[in-house]
């Protein structure tokens, strides 16, 4: 079945703990995206990539980092989290460069810093 | 930035055609519009998108208007189980990076 699949999908942390939050895809596309989501404020994008090791800014990238070493894989990383970061999390992916095509999303990763 | 303007809710009665409108005035030329919905807390499923001509898909249609500055997606015949956040989206000119926004809420009444 074609998915993108997100671990784990509910997490409790502390401030300062350094977390990751994998996304994989089978459908072997392309881009591939992060955002997050907060009351009233609707997605936000945190960072894409086109490509492996290609890897770009989205609206929000403050306090995450990412990589793409492989074309299936995307992980959000977070250094450092901070309580600001509690949010619901989606990563998405998306054949060629998104130029016309739709994203398909993840279930959502609901991430707690206290 | 690309932005689009949507109102914040709306009400349908099941049955009924629901049209959703959206301004996107900062559009460029060979900027999609797209169209997701959430349901719940779930992923944003894709919808339906376009360029210049309307478009018509096995869940909706979306109609452009000829300057480009605007679009409603229709749902011919709402159900209850089309209640959702409906989010109409465009990409940042020059980038693949896509402003979602707040949407709209669509409630789809019995």
């Known amino acids: 079945e074609a998915q993108v699949t997100q671990n784990p999908r509910y997490l409790i942390t502390v401030t300062g703990k350094k977390l990751t939050v994998t996304c994989s895809q089978n459908?072997?596309?392309?881009?591939m995206s992060w955002y997050r989501q907060d009351p009233g404020l609707g997605l936000r994008q945190i960072y894409y990539?086109?490509?492996?090791?290609?890897?770009d800014k989205g609206d929000v990238p403050e306090g995450y980092k990412v990589s793409r070493k492989e074309k299936r894989n995307f992980p959000l990383i977070l250094e450092s989290p901070s309580p600001n970061q509690t949010s619901l999390y989606f990563c998405?992916?998306?054949?060629?460069?998104?130029?016309?095509?739709?994203?398909?999303f993840g279930p959502g990763t609901r991430l707690t810093v206290t | 930035d690309a932005k689009t303007t949507q109102p914040t809710s709306m009400d349908c009665a099941e049955g009924r055609a629901a049209n959703l409108p959206c301004n996107h005035s900062?559009?460029?030329?060979?900027?999609?519009v797209y169209w997701y919905r959430q349901i719940h807390s779930q992923g944003p499923q894709y919808i339906i998108h376009?360029?210049?001509n309307n478009e018509t898909n096995e869940m909706a249609s979306l109609i452009i208007t000829e300057d480009r500055k605007s679009s409603t997606l229709i749902l011919p015949h709402a159900t209850l189980r089309d209640t959702a956040v409906y989010y109409c989206?465009?990409?940042?000119?020059?980038?693949?990076?896509?402003?979602f926004g707040t949407g709209t809420r669509l409630k789809v009444l019995a």
């Open positions: 459908m072997n596309h392309e881009y």
């Open positions: 998405a992916s998306s054949p060629r460069t998104a130029s016309s095509y739709e994203q398909y």
């Open positions: 376009g360029l210049k």
């Open positions: 900062t559009i460029s030329g060979n900027e999609y």
């Open positions: 989206i465009v990409r940042v000119q020059g980038t693949y990076k896509y402003i």
């Open positions: 990539s086109m490509n492996v090791e290609v890897t």
